[in-house]
């Protein structure tokens, strides 16, 4: 959706102004058929005030589940990604019981892979591609690990301590990549498009002799729906957007656990 490229103070409004434009469009195309199709019928305010009760209960509630959802697959990437760096930092603990120059090889492997998970994972997860170029540090951690032959039991408790923690850091990593493309399937924004459509098309059908007071009406409920809609669409897509999950946790762990470790 266009409105995830821009900064939400220009975002929100610029969306809210379009949506609540539409709806107004709407409401004064409808005012000129409704008094000729309503003349002499007097059922039609009780029936419209049934339909938009019962469609106000049921898009109000569909709306509502949509928006909770999205909110929730944003904070399972943001935990997702917590997690991913809390078994990086248990990685880096647990190798530095390794001798030299085992030591040093997989501490200098766990920093040049968080560096590039910052410089380079997370501009393509932001474009919604599926990053690959920290392969080779996971590759050369794993490989050192199991070509380590331990001299004594202290060594083999620190190398078996640390494979378990390293099985945890690629099942994390695993889970990070896997949900860059976690977004709403598309049939559920044709629900929220159409629905936002039906309830312009709703308000525009009741019968009213001030069109100030009509379009006041429309347009307060039409930019309430468009901050609903707006924030669903910022939350899509965690990794990418103004509104996004971003490497801070990271960056966090190399300037504070990594320099301290120094």
Do not use: C
């Amino acid at each position: 959706m266009w409105v995830e490229a821009l900064p939400t103070p220009i975002g929100l409004p610029l969306f809210v102004i379009v949506f609540v434009g539409v709806s107004l469009a709407i409401v004064v195309v409808l005012r000129r058929w409704v008094p000729r199709a309503t003349a002499g019928d007097n059922e039609w305010d009780r029936v419209l005030g049934y339909a938009m009760a019962s469609y106000g209960v049921l898009y109000g509630v569909t709306l509502a589940l949509i928006a909770a959802a999205t909110y929730e697959n944003y904070r399972q990437v943001e935990e997702i990604v917590l997690h991913e760096t809390s078994t990086v930092a248990t990685l880096y603990r647990d190798v530095s019981g390794f001798p030299e120059p085992e030591q040093a090889q997989l501490e200098l492997l766990v920093v040049d892979y968080t560096d590039h998970v910052i410089a380079v994972d997370w501009p393509k997860q932001a474009v919604g591609e599926v990053p690959s170029h920290t392969v080779e540090e996971v590759s050369q951690i794993r490989d050192i690990l199991f070509a380590f032959e331990p001299e004594t039991q202290a060594e083999a408790a620190v190398q078996l301590q640390t494979i378990q923690a390293f099985n945890q850091f690629v099942t994390a990593r695993g889970e990070r990549i896997g949900v860059t493309g976690l977004a709403l399937p598309g049939l559920l924004w044709i629900v929220l498009g159409v629905g936002a459509l039906l309830n312009a098309v709703l308000i525009g059908l009741v019968e009213m002799r001030q069109l100030r007071r009509h379009l006041v009406m429309a347009g307060i409920i039409a930019a309430y729906v468009g901050i609903v809609v707006f924030a669903v669409a910022s939350f899509d897509r965690a990794y990418t957007g103004a509104v996004a999950v971003t490497p801070e946790y990271f960056i966090e762990l190399r300037d504070w656990l990594f320099t301290t470790s120094e």
